[in-house]
DNA sequence: CTGTGATACTATTCTTTGAGGTTA
DNA sequence: TTAACCTCTTTGAATAGTATCACA
C-alpha cells in the first residue's frame, strides 16, 4: 500500500509527469498526455479540488467530456480563454489515458494543496532517489501496444470517476443548452427569421383570440404549428451532424484516428449567421425553430435531451460491444447512398452534397471513429426501423438517431398545456410518448430531458416523455446513484424559477400522475428498485413486508422453471433490526411485539473463551420501528447515576441521558467529578473497533442535575490550570529550541570569525540556506522576511518579535516578557478539549491555524528556526520531524514513506 | 433483441466494553 | 507504586453489487 502511495504522489510530481514511461498495468499503445496539456490545465483558473478533478477527468477520455458539451456550448470568449477545448480540438488523440491510471491519480487528489505546500519548502533532493521507485511498475513498451480485450477489473474509482465525469458532463450540457436557449431569445436572430416566416394567417392562428370558444383556439393553434412546422422543415437544411450519446472508450487505439465533423464550437456570430442561411445540425436547427416560435409570439420551451456520459460500466456502448456491432454491420451495409441519391430534392433549396460529411469513410477508420468520439462520429447504424422519411428540403446525416435530441415546447393556451413540435427528425407536433429512443437506440439515450424556458428557467420534463421512468430511466439517472438525485436537483435549483406559475402547477401534477401511471413492469430486472413496487427476492436482509398486501404479480423464469411472483408496495418495505440495534437508536421494543422476522446470527468467540465452538449460532428476531418507542433510561435517585454491568452509561443518542441527570461531555470531567466527591458513571457513546476488539467510546461523564454548576466550576478550574500548564511547558520548550538556534548562529559566527567565511549551504549542510533566510528576515528585508511579517502580523506576534530585537532572546534573560503572548494565544484559542497552543511542532502537526514559528510550518519560508532532519540529532524531539511532514493532518503515516 | 439466471469477482457491512508494556 | 498512555493487531464471514455470458 504504502509502495503504491509512494508512487502515486511521485508521479503527481511536475517532474515525472506525462514522462513517456509512465507505470501502467493495462498496455495501450497510446502517447501520454504532454507535459504542457497538465500545465495548462492547472493553469486555467479552477481551483485546486476543481482542477484535480478535471485533469483526471481528462485523462480519462476527456476528449468526450469537453467535446460533446463544450465545443458547441462555448462563446467565443469563453471557448478563448478555456484552454482545455483549444487543446483538445488540437490533439484530441493524445489522451486515451485508463482508468486506472486515472484511478491512481486520484488517490491523491485530497493531497493536492498540500503538495502546493511541500513544493515550497525546499525538498526536491529528498525526492529525488524516490523516481526510481517508478521503474518498478512499468510494463514493457511491448506489452503497452498490445490492446487487450482481457475482461476489465472495475475498482470503486473507477465508478467514482464514472460518476463524476457524468455530474460534470451534465453540467456542461446544462450551461451548453442555457446559452442557446438565450441565443434564441436574441432580437436579430427572431427578426432575421420573423422576416422569412412572416405570415399573418399563421400568426394569428398561433395567436388565437382569446375571445374563440377553446375547441376553437385550440385547434388553430395545433394547426398554426404543424404550419410553421412543415415550413421549417421545408427551409431548414441539416448539414450537420447534432449531438448524441457519447461513449467511454476502453481500449482502441486513437493515434489512427482522425477528426470528423460535427456540430463545431459555436459564436454567437455563428449562430446569427445560421439564423440567415438556415443550415446546421438538426439540434441547431430545432433552436432556430425555438426562436422562430418566440418571435411569432408563441411562449416555447427549448427541449434537450441531455446525452451526458453514462456512468454505468454495463456493456451497451462500450467500445466492445460498439466495435462488435460495427463491424458487423460494416460487412452488410454498402457504402450508403450519397446524401444526394438518397434526397433527390426539386425543392430550390436542394444542394444537398455536403462538404462538411463525407458519408463514404473507409470502414477502418469508422470503426475507429465510432468509439472515439462520441456523437458526431459513431457510425453505427440504429438498428431500429425507419419510420422516418427523411423531411423535403432536410437531409438525413447517416446514422444519426432517428430520434431527436433537441425538440420545442409550445405552450398552448386554449388546453393549458404543452406541445412537443419536432419539425426535423419526428416531424411531429404532439405525442409526447413518441420522442423516446428504442433502448437499442446506441446514439441516443433518453435519461434527462430538460425544458427551458424563454427567461432561463429549466424544468425537468423526463417523465412526460420517458416511457418507463421508474422501471428503467430512473436507472440511467442520478437518481439511481447514492446522494445523486440531490445533487441533481442542486443543479436543477440553479435554473429555477424561484416561485410557480399556474402553468407549472399544472404540470407538475401532470408528470406526477404519469409517473404513477406506469404501471407494474413485467420483468424481475424492471422491479429492482423500483420506487413503488417490490419483490420478495430483492428484500435486504433487514427488510421486511409488512402488511403484505400484494398488488400484482410478475412471472420470472424461463420455460418450465416459470414461477410466479408476487409484487408488492415499496411503501411496505420496512427496515427492521434486533433489540440491541434498537437500543442503540435509543429505542426499546414494546412489550407483547411479536419479531417479524428471524435471522441467525453466528456467535463470535469471546475472548479468553479459546477452545469453544465459535461457529454457534443464533436465531435473533427483528422488528420494524413502529414496535419499539423511546428507551426511557431508569431516573437518577438521590444523586446516584444509575450504570450498567461494565459501570458506566449508555448515551448513545441523546434522549438515553436519564432523567434528573446531565450529560457533561467534557475529557476532564471525570477528574472534576472525583474532586467533588459525586456520583458520576462514564458516557459512553460509540463504539471504535480495533482488530476484532471493539472498545467503547467515552465521551464525558453523566451526573444528577444538582450538581451541575458545581461540577462545572471546578472544570472551569481545572481546565484554566491545565492550560496554563501547557502554556508553561510549550514555552519552555520554545526557549529552549530558541537557546539551541541561537547557539547555532552564535557558532557560526565564531567559525566565520575564525577561519573567514563560509560559502553558503556548504560546511553547514542544510543550514547554510535556512540561516541566510533568517539573517534576512532579521534584517527586516527579502522575501523570506516579509513572509513572516506577515504571519507574524497574523498571529499577533509582532510584540513578541519586537522584544527580541531588544535584545531579550534568551529565557534566562527575559522569561517573563516572552510567555506572555504565548500564554494569551495558546487560550484565546483553546476551545477547553484539545486547544492547540500553536507553538510546538505537535501542534502544527494537528491545528491549522498554528502560529509560524517553528520548523514546519509552510507559511513561514524563511525557515525560522533549526530544521529537524539532518541537523537536530539531540536536542529537538525526534518526533519533530514526523510534526513536520504530517503538517496535512489528513497525512497517515503511510505518506511519509513518500519521502 | 431482450430478459433471465448462473457465475465470478469485489466491495461493504457486521461486529459492538483489551492486554500488556512503558512512562511519568 | 500507580495511573496514564501507547502499541499491538487485523478478522473474517455474510451480504451486496456489478459485469459477463449463455440461452430461451
Request: proline share 6%; glycine share 8%.
Amino acid at each position: 500500500m504504502s509502495g503504491r502511495r509512494a508512487l502515486n504522489r511521485t508521479q503527481t510530481q511536475p517532474s515525472n509527469r506525462g514522462g513517456p514511461a509512465r507505470g501502467r498495468r493495462r498496455p495501450t499503445g497510446v502517447p501520454v498526455l504532454p507535459d504542457v496539456y497538465q500545465e495548462m490545465l492547472r493553469e486555467s483558473g479552477v481551483g485546486a479540488s476543481v482542477a484535480g478533478k478535471k485533469r483526471r477527468k481528462v485523462e480519462n477520455g476527456g476528449d468526450e467530456v469537453i467535446d460533446t458539451a463544450w465545443p458547441t456550448a462555448l462563446e467565443p470568449a469563453v471557448a478563448s480563454s478555456s484552454k482545455p477545448v483549444q487543446l483538445q480540438r488540437e490533439k484530441p488523440w493524445e489522451k486515451p489515458e485508463l482508468v486506472e491510471e486515472a484511478d491512481e491519480e486520484l488517490d491523491d487528489s485530497d493531497d493536492d494543496d498540500n503538495e502546493v505546500d511541500w513544493e515550497d519548502v525546499d525538498l526536491t533532493t529528498v525526492l529525488e532517489p524516490e523516481s526510481g521507485v517508478l521503474e518498478v511498475t512499468l510494463n514493457s513498451p511491448g506489452e503497452m501496444k498490445r490492446p487487450t480485450l482481457e475482461r476489465r477489473k472495475i475498482t470503486v474509482v473507477d465508478q467514482k470517476i464514472r460518476l463524476e465525469v457524468h455530474k460534470l458532463h451534465l453540467l456542461c450540457l446544462m450551461v451548453h443548452v442555457s446559452r442557446r436557449n438565450k441565443w434564441c431569445n436574441n432580437k436579430q436572430v427572431q427578426e432575421n427569421l420573423r422576416r422569412r416566416f412572416k405570415d399573418d394567417t399563421l400568426i394569428s392562428n398561433l395567436n388565437p383570440a382569446p375571445q374563440l370558444y377553446q375547441l376553437e383556439r385550440n385547434t388553430r393553434f395545433l394547426r398554426g404549428l404543424t404550419e410553421v412546422k412543415n415550413l421549417w422543415r421545408r427551409k431548414f437544411w441539416i448539414t450537420r451532424r447534432g449531438l448524441a450519446r457519447p461513449f467511454w472508450l476502453d481500449t482502441v487505439d486513437l493515434s489512427k484516428s482522425q477528426r470528423d465533423d460535427g456540430d463545431p464550437p459555436m459564436s454567437k456570430g455563428d449562430f446569427l449567421d445560421a439564423s440567415q442561411s438556415l443550415t446546421g445540425s438538426r439540434d441547431l436547427g430545432a433552436q432556430l425553430f425555438c426562436a422562430l416560435l418566440r418571435s411569432l409570439g408563441v411562449t416555447a420551451r427549448l427541449i434537450c435531451s441531455l446525452q451526458p456520459m453514462p456512468f454505468s460500466f454495463a456493456q451497451k456502448g462500450t467500445t466492445q460491444s460498439l466495435s462488435r456491432s460495427t463491424s458487423k454491420k460494416e460487412e452488410s451495409v454498402s457504402p450508403l447512398p450519397s446524401a444526394a441519391s438518397r434526397a433527390p430534392l426539386k425543392e430550390p433549396f436542394a444542394s444537398p452534397v455536403l462538404p462538411q460529411y463525407d458519408p463514404r469513410i473507409p470502414a477502418a477508420q469508422r470503426e475507429v471513429l465510432a468509439s472515439l468520439r462520441p456523437a458526431s462520429c459513431t457510425t453505427v447504424q440504429s438498428p431500429s426501423r425507419t419510420p422516418h422519411v427523411p423531411a423535403r428540403g432536410t437531409i438525413m446525416i447517416k446514422n444519426e438517431s432517428q430520434y431527436p435530441v433537441y425538440w420545442i415546447e409550445a405552450w398552448n393556451v386554449a388546453t393549458q398545456g404543452w406541445v412537443p413540435v419536432d419539425p426535423l427528425v419526428l416531424n411531429k407536433v404532439g405525442c409526447a410518448s413518441r420522442f423516446e429512443p428504442p433502448q437499442s437506440d446506441l446514439n441516443n439515450v433518453m435519461s434527462y430531458v430538460a425544458a427551458f424556458e424563454e427567461e432561463g428557467h429549466v424544468k425537468d420534463v423526463t417523465r412526460r416523455y420517458a416511457n418507463n421512468y421508474n422501471a428503467k430511466t430512473r436507472k440511467l439517472r442520478l437518481n439511481a446513484t447514492k446522494g445523486g438525485e440531490l445533487w441533481w436537483l442542486n443543479l436543477l435549483r440553479l435554473f429555477e424559477r424561484g416561485w410557480d406559475l399556474d402553468r407549472d402547477q399544472v404540470e407538475d401534477s401532470e408528470l406526477a400522475s404519469k409517473e404513477l401511471g406506469e404501471g407494474i413492469p413485467s420483468s424481475v430486472a424492471d422491479l429492482k428498485d423500483h420506487p413503488l413496487f417490490a419483490l420478495k427476492r430483492h428484500l435486504r436482509r433487514n427488510q421486511v413486508i409488512y402488511p403484505e398486501r400484494p398488488v400484482g404479480s410478475v412471472t420470472t423464469g424461463i420455460g418450465s422453471k416459470a414461477v410466479i411472483e408476487t409484487v408488492y408496495r415499496r411503501q411496505d418495505v420496512k427496515t427492521v433490526r434486533s433489540p440491541m440495534q434498537w437500543y442503540r437508536l435509543g429505542r426499546e421494543i414494546k412489550t407483547g411485539e411479536q419479531p417479524l422476522k428471524h435471522i441467525t446470527v453466528r456467535k463470535r468467540k469471546r475472548h479468553g473463551e479459546a477452545g469453544e465452538e465459535d461457529d454457534e449460532s443464533g436465531e435473533t428476531g427483528l422488528y420494524a420501528i413502529f414496535q419499539t418507542e423511546e428507551y426511557i433510561p431508569p431516573p437518577v435517585a438521590d444523586g446516584m447515576v444509575p450504570k450498567n454491568s461494565f459501570g458506566n452509561i449508555d448515551i448513545y443518542v441523546p434522549s438515553m441521558v436519564p432523567k434528573g441527570g446531565i450529560h457533561v461531555p467534557h475529557k476532564d470531567a471525570v477528574r472534576a467529578a472525583k474532586i467533588i466527591g459525586i456520583d458520576f458513571a462514564e458516557a459512553v457513546t460509540a463504539f471504535e473497533h480495533k482488530g476484532r476488539q471493539a472498545s467503547a467510546v467515552i465521551k464525558g461523564v453523566v451526573i444528577a442535575e444538582q450538581y451541575q454548576a458545581a461540577l462545572y466550576a471546578v472544570l472551569g478550574a481545572i481546565i484554566s490550570e491545565k492550560k496554563e500548564e501547557d502554556a508553561e511547558k510549550k514555552s519552555l520548550e520554545n526557549m529552549r529550541l530558541w537557546k539551541r538556534f541561537l547557539l547555532g548562529l552564535r557558532i557560526r559566527e565564531r567559525i566565520e570569525n575564525e577561519y573567514g567565511d563560509v560559502k553558503e549551504g556548504e560546511s553547514l549542510g542544510g543550514w547554510g540556506r535556512k540561516r541566510q533566510s533568517i539573517i534576512e528576515a532579521d534584517k527586516g528585508k527579502g522575501k523570506a522576511s516579509q513572509l513572516w511579517r506577515k504571519s507574524a502580523e497574523a498571529e499577533g506576534l509582532l510584540d513578541l518579535e519586537q522584544n527580541q530585537e531588544a535584545g531579550g532572546f534568551m529565557r534566562e534573560d527575559k522569561p517573563e516578557v516572552r510567555r506572555e503572548p504565548i500564554s494569551l494565544r495558546s487560550l484565546a484559542k483553546g476551545d477547553g478539549e484539545n486547544d492547540a497552543g500553536g507553538f510546538l511542532p505537535e501542534d502544527i502537526a494537528g491545528v491549522d491555524e498554528t502560529g509560524g514559528f517553528l520548523p514546519g510550518d509552510t507559511d513561514c519560508d524563511a525557515g525560522f528556526m533549526p530544521e529537524g532532519p539532518g541537523i537536530d540529532d539531540s536536542g529537538v524531539k525526534s518526533d519533530d520531524d514526523e510534526s513536520m511532514l504530517s503538517a496535512d493532518p489528513d497525512m497517515d503515516n503511510e505518506d511519509l514513506d513518500w519521502f
